[in-house]
């Protein structure tokens, strides 16, 4: 996938998890996803800062 693009993330669902809060799952499709950035959903513009990034209960 291509890291020199702007960040894609194709949103698959979204989980209320208890101790975690909000959890969107996704692939990124292109771009880079690091905890600590701030990102935006469209359309609705929601904004929110990345907490962390795990896949299969690895962070990475």
């Known amino acids: 996938r ?3 693009k702007a960040l894609r993330l194709a949103l698959q669902d ?3 998890i208890g ?3 909000t ?3 996704g692939r990124v499709e292109s771009g880079v996803l690091k905890p600590g ?3 935006s959903f ?3 513009y929601l904004t929110t800062d990345v907490m962390s990034v795990v896949m299969h ?3 990475l």
């Open 57 to 59: 209960h690895e962070a």
């Open 42 to 44: 469209a359309p609705c």
């Open 2 to 4: 291509p890291t020199d």
């Open 37 to 39: 950035m701030i990102i």
């Open 19 to 21: 101790g975690f809060g």
């Open 23 to 25: 959890v969107p799952v």
């Open 14 to 16: 979204v989980y209320k």
